[in-house]
């Protein structure tokens, strides 16, 4: 059974499936208690280019993300199953030939993107 190119291919989580070279914008759902003591639940937004991924379609899934945040790169490791992750959006696609992209934390030149629409 194939699919068609126009078609995203999706996991079984519902996310669509995420492999390196991809910029995602991951939706993490944060819980802050207040000075009274209320706790309340925010989304907060991390946007960067997954660089790796582990354990692929397993229920300990992880996604490696790195954004460079004022002239400093900043990784995140990301559960890809875990309910603390809202969402999981694609914004650019580029083309990569290797599976991990550790190269990118000391590689001046950028990867050649295309939008998402």
Known sequence: MTKAKSEQPVSKSGYPEIKPGLTVKVHQK??????KGEEKERIQIFEGMVIARQHGLEQGATITVRKISEGIGVEK??????????????TKIAKVRQA??????????RLRETMVR
């Open 30 to 35: 944060i819980k802050e208690k207040n000075p």
């Open 77 to 90: 490791i990301f559960p890809v199953y875990s309910p603390n992750v809202a969402k999981i959006e694609i």
């Open 100 to 109: 991990k992209l550790g190269y990118l934390k000391n590689y001046k030149k």
